[in-house]
């Protein structure tokens, strides 16, 4: 009674009031939908399943993958009318086709880093290094240094002249565009991105609330 017969004694007082709540209202709904277009997974994507890639040798390309990169073969469905074969290791699947005419890949040549290629994070790359060696197998080697820390890469081909990237890029932090790091290359939680970017919004939208209302 006491609350409605302040605001009947202060009509101006009470429609100031109503329009900051109709404002707040207005940005709290603007700001709950800026929210969800960045969170928002359109796809509902969960993760990598697999990588598929055309061979000219199921059976060459299944022993470098398999005694190279470590994956091991897995059962494919029986279905299949083509060649191929799966593999799986590192939570992801290679998939092998055969090509009908072999001789329609063309083979690169040079080690090329700016190619398309598949990177994989390792625990020593003193050890791959001296592994490739001992396998005879061409590789380049590639630094990058930012902001003191420094990445070392090594690049080779599959035998179809695909390329395989190994790094050690764990100590390199993933930055969003005009965030703080969130954690190392190999270990980002999606959800800790995505809450960071709506505190992050959350605050920002709060300071030009209190701006609008002083």
């Known amino acids: 009674v006491h609350f409605l017969s302040f605001f009947s004694s202060a009509p101006s007082l009470s429609i100031f009031f109503f329009s900051l709540s109709g404002f707040a209202f207005s940005t709290l709904g603007l700001l709950l939908q800026k929210m969800k277009e960045i969170v928002e997974n359109p796809l509902h994507l969960k993760s990598v399943n697999h990588i598929s890639l055309v061979c000219t040798s199921v059976v060459k390309s299944i022993n470098f993958y398999q005694n190279v990169l470590g994956f091991f073969p897995i059962r494919r469905p029986g279905s299949f009318d083509f060649d191929g074969a799966w593999l799986f290791g590192y939570g992801i699947g290679i998939h092998l086709l055969q090509l009908e005419e072999p001789n329609v890949i063309p083979r690169k040549k040079e080690i090329n880093p700016k190619d398309n290629h598949i990177s994989f994070q390792c625990e020593s790359m003193v050890a791959v290094e001296k592994k490739l060696e001992e396998m005879e197998m061409e590789y380049v ?54 809450h960071r970017q709506i505190h992050q919004i959350v605050k920002q939208d709060s300071t030009k609330i209190q701006n609008a209302i002083v």
């Open 141 to 194: 080697r590639a630094t990058v240094e930012e902001g003191g820390i420094k990445v070392d890469q090594l690049f080779f081909h599959d035998p179809d002249g695909f390329m395989i990237e190994i790094c050690n890029c764990d100590s390199l932090p993933v930055i969003p565009l005009g965030g703080d790091m969130v954690r190392s290359c190999s270990r980002v939680n999606l959800q800790m991105l995505q």
